[in-house]
T-cell receptor
Framework: DAKTTQPPSMDCAEGRAANLPCNHS???????VYWYRQIHSQGPQYIIH???NNETNEMASLIITEDRKSSTLILPHATLRDTAVYYC???????????????FGKGTKLSVIP | KAGVTQTPRYLIKTRGQQVTLSCSPI?????VSWYQQTPGQGLQFLFE???????NKGNFPGRFSGRQFSNSRSEMNVSTLELGDSALYLC?????????????FGDGTRLSIL
C-alpha cells in the first residue's frame, strides 16, 4: 500500500489560506488521494478526493502534482472551526474483493490562530 | 439528507460482557465499514459489509463480529469484553465499494469497559 507522510502539526492565521502538504511517493496509478479531518470527539469528516486532476468543492481544493507523488489540501479562508486533525489517505484495493478500506496515519494537527 | 447514525453514543460495560452497536447508513448507501479508534493505535479498520456480505476484514480477534441487514443497516458485536476494547467505534457508509466512492462517518459509539 502507498504510505503517506504529513507534518505532525501546523499553525494558520484566521482568514488566511491553510496549505496542508502530503507526500505519497509510492502511489500507484489507480490509487486515489483522500482527505478527511477529525474534530475532537466527532467522527472523521470527508473533505475531498482526487485521482490525477486538481479538485475543488465547497470546503477545499486539492492540488495533486503531475507525478502524483505529493498533494496539497488548501482551505482558502481558515476559520477557528477548521482547527482539527487532517488526514491524507491513499486508498487502495484490498484482497481483490473490490474492497477499499481507509488506512489512517497520524495526520496533521492544524491550529487556526485568531 | 441525514448522515450516518450510530447508537448508542455512549456505553459502559464490564469485562466479560458482550455488546452490540448499531449503525444506520446514509439513505441509498450500500457499503458499511467499521473502525476502532484508540489514542494509542489510532483509527483501525475492523470490517466492511456490502449487500449483506462481509467483503473485507481487519486484523482483529474473532470476538469482533458484524452483520448487515437487507436495508443496509449494520450491527457490530463484541463478545467477552476486555479492558482494551475501550474505544470509539466508528461506522462509515458509502454508495458502493469503488475506490472513488467516499466513505462518510458517523460520530461513533464510545465504549468504556470497567
Amino acid at each position: 500500500d502507498a504510505k503517506t507522510t504529513q507534518p505532525p502539526s501546523m499553525d494558520c492565521a484566521e482568514g488566511r489560506a491553510a496549505n496542508l502538504p502530503c507526500n505519497h511517493s509510492t502511489i500507484s496509478g489507480n490509487e486515489y488521494v483522500y482527505w478527511y479531518r477529525q474534530i475532537h470527539s466527532q467522527g472523521p469528516q470527508y473533505i475531498i478526493h482526487g485521482l490525477k486532476n486538481n479538485e475543488t468543492n465547497e470546503m477545499a481544493s486539492l492540488i495533486i502534482t503531475e507525478d502524483r507523488k505529493s498533494s496539497t489540501l488548501i482551505l482558502p479562508h481558515a476559520t477557528l472551526r477548521d482547527t482539527a486533525v487532517y488526514y491524507c489517505i491513499v486508498r487502495v484495493e484490498n484482497s481483490g474483493a473490490g474492497s477499499y478500506q481507509l488506512t489512517f496515519g497520524k495526520g496533521t494537527k492544524l491550529s487556526v490562530i485568531p | 439528507k441525514a448522515g450516518v447514525t450510530q447508537t448508542p453514543r455512549y456505553l459502559i460495560k464490564t469485562r466479560g460482557q458482550q455488546v452490540t452497536l448499531s449503525c444506520s447508513p446514509i439513505s441509498g448507501h450500500r457499503s458499511v465499514s467499521w473502525y476502532q479508534q484508540t489514542p494509542g493505535q489510532g483509527l483501525q479498520f475492523l470490517f466492511e459489509y456490502f449487500s449483506e456480505t462481509q467483503r473485507n476484514k481487519g486484523n482483529f480477534p474473532g470476538r469482533f463480529s458484524g452483520r448487515q441487514f437487507s436495508n443496509s443497516r449494520s450491527e457490530m458485536n463484541v463478545s467477552t469484553l476486555e479492558l482494551g476494547d475501550s474505544a470509539l467505534y466508528l461506522c462509515a457508509s458509502s454508495l458502493g465499494q469503488g475506490a472513488g466512492q467516499p466513505q462518510h462517518f458517523g460520530d461513533g459509539t464510545r465504549l468504556s469497559i470497567l
